[in-house]
Every structure is written in structure tokens, then in C-alpha cells.
């Protein structure tokens, strides 16, 4: 039996490198990684990413959470961030995928709420909208960075996430049930995600779920490899890189804004975390070239076909 640590978690599947941009997208033809790896995409989950599989043609079989579905075209397949999940498709399957950044969801209430879940949309025959819209999101992602790429992307996944939630439940398959720890860590991550200012303690978010810190902290290394606090820290310089990315702050101010009381100690905690200082971070983003600033933290465009 495949024990949980023994699950790799992967920023995309099949890749060893990492792209440590605040709020990553990926976008590519369904075929490309599922004709790769021979039609068969085995266990794995992501951290921090939230994918979205619009199967055109095709069939399969999915295995998300430890349930067997199986999957026919046409279809929606979302998979929150940590949810387990590997496939087995047909040969003529097609259609596209994005992965996409949870810290990216937090910018509309929309595309939080019908995005970042796992879950069945199963479409009707004559819906061609989600597949203009996937098509049009692949064809943006492949464009040239400029200054309004990143725009471009995010309006159209507001519009995907709005057009899903405008399907209604009733085209909402089965809702997949996580396992008990699967659902405490995805609570821990939402409180993370909202309260990481305010530097909570492990001890209160396990008091809130109802669980010890010791197991809280053993949930997050079998499902992710690190420990709570490692967890909490990790989103505490994501938004330290965004504002010294996206803003003008001053990196006392940035402290200030992030909990801090004392600025020497944020640039000690940021190095620590980083390997350099926030001012180094801001100065190397600086200086690359116009056209890596302007993708920053969108992900670069796939090389394969």
C-alpha cells in the first residue's frame, strides 16, 4: 500500500525544476504531458497549485483521493492544492490543462470559490464556452510577455471561474471527499492563507481544528514534507516577495505590514527563508531584462509542441 510520504509532490508533473514566482500559472494542451509519460499520469499531488483539466474528447480514469472515477469527454476535472490524484487516459484524449497558483485564486472571490476545490463539472454537449475560454487562455499564455499579459491571464480566469459557477450544482458531479487528514490540512492552509499576518502560534490553528499541534505537524510532513511552521512561514515570505515585486514599499514598511514590529528581524527571517536579503531579492528582480519582469510570476510558456 502506497503510503503517504511516498507520494511525490511536484510543481508539475514529470518536472524536477521549481519556479519560485509569488503567483505561477501554466497552461498546455492535455496531450502533451499525458502522451509523454505513455497515457498514464501516476500518483502525485501539488503544493500551493490548483488545476483545472478540460478534457475535450476522450476518456479515462481518474483516481483523486483515493476514489475511481470514470471520466468521459466532455468534462471539467478540478484538483485543489494537496489533493492526490493520477490518470489513465485514452489515446485520442484532448484538451487542456492550467495549473495555477492558490495565492493567484485570492485575488477574486469568484475564482477562489469555483476554482479551488477538487471536483466533477460535467458539461453539456452543445457548452463550447469553457472550451473557448481554456483555448483562449492557452493561446494568451503562449503569447510574448508584455506589460498586460498577466491581465489578460487573470480576466480570463475570472471569466472561466464565473462561467463554471454559472453551470449550477446540478452539473456538479460528485463533490470528492478528501480523508480526514487530507481535510485538516486544507482547512490549515485557508486559515494560513487568511491569518498568516497575524503570526499565529501552530498551537491556535490546531486549537481551532479541533486536533494537537504534534499532529498537526506530523499531517503536514507525511502530506507535504514540511511542518507547520515551516508552512507558515513559507506564506509569510510568498507575500513579502509580492510586495517587494509588485510595490514600492520600503522594506520597513513591507515589515510592518507583514506583522513585524522590527525590520532588522524580517530581513534576517527573509534571508534565512531566501538565502538573501529582501533588498537583494528587489535588485535582482530589477535588473533582468524588460521582458522577464513583465511575465514575473506568471510562469514562462511551454517549449513543448
Known amino acids: 500500500m502506497r503510503t503517504p510520504s511516498a507520494i511525490p509532490t511536484v ?3 514529470g518536472d524536477q525544476s521549481w519556479q519560485q514566482t509569488p503567483d505561477y500559472l501554466h497552461c ?18 501539488h503544493p500551493g497549485i490548483s488545476q483545472v483539466f478540460h478534457l475535450r474528447s476522450g476518456t479515462g480514469e481518474a483516481n483523486i483521493d483515493g476514489q475511481v472515477i470514470s471520466i468521459r469527454a466532455p468534462m471539467l476535472i478540478l484538483i485543489s492544492q494537496m489533493s492526490v490524484h493520477d490518470f489513465l487516459w485514452s489515446e485520442d484524449v484532448a484538451g487542456t490543462v492550467l495549473s495555477v497558483a492558490t495565492t493567484r485564486l485570492e485575488r477574486s472571490e469568484a475564482v477562489g470559490s469555483a476554482l479551488a476545490k477538487t471536483a466533477l463539472v460535467r458539461l453539456p454537449d452543445d457548452n463550447d ?5 481554456m483555448e483562449m487562455l492557452l493561446r494568451e499564455y503562449r503569447r510574448t510577455p508584455d506589460k498586460d499579459r498577466d491581465h489578460a491571464l487573470q480576466a480570463l480566469i475570472d471569466l472561466l ?11 456538479i458531479g460528485e463533490q470528492v471527499r478528501a480523508h480526514r487528514g487530507q481535510e485538516h490540512l486544507q482547512r490549515f492552509l485557508e486559515m494560513v492563507n487568511r491569518d498568516y499576518v497575524a503570526q499565529r502560534t501552530v498551537e491556535s490553528y490546531a486549537l481551532d481544528l479541533g486536533i494537537t499541534a504534534p499532529y498537526l505537524n506530523q499531517l503536514c510532513r507525511e502530506l507535504t514534507g514540511r511542518n507547520a511552521l515551516q508552512i507558515v512561514h513559507e506564506r509569510i515570505v ?9 510595490t514600492a514599499l520600503r522594506v ?14 524580517f530581513t534576517r527571517f527573509f534571508r534565512r527563508l531566501s538565502g538573501q536579503s529582501p533588498r537583494q531579492f528587489r535588485q535582482e528582480r530589477q535588473d533582468q531584462t524588460p521582458t522577464n519582469s513583465s511575465s514575473a510570476g506568471i510562469g514562462r510558456p511551454s517549449k513543448k509542441p
Open 161 to 171: 471561474a464565473i462561467t463554471i459557477h454559472r453551470l449550477g450544482p446540478g452539473s
Open 11 to 13: 510543481q508539475l508533473y
Open 238 to 246: 510568498l507575500e513579502a516577495r509580492r510586495y517587494l515585486i509588485y
Open 129 to 133: 464556452q469553457i472550451e473557448q475560454l
Open 28 to 45: 498546455e494542451p492535455l496531450i502533451t504531458r499525458s502522451r509523454e509519460h505513455q497515457f498514464k499520469i501516476r500518483p502525485h499531488r
Open 252 to 265: 520597513s514598511e513591507i515589515a510592518y505590514q507583514l506583522g513585524f514590529a522590527d525590520p532588522a528581524y
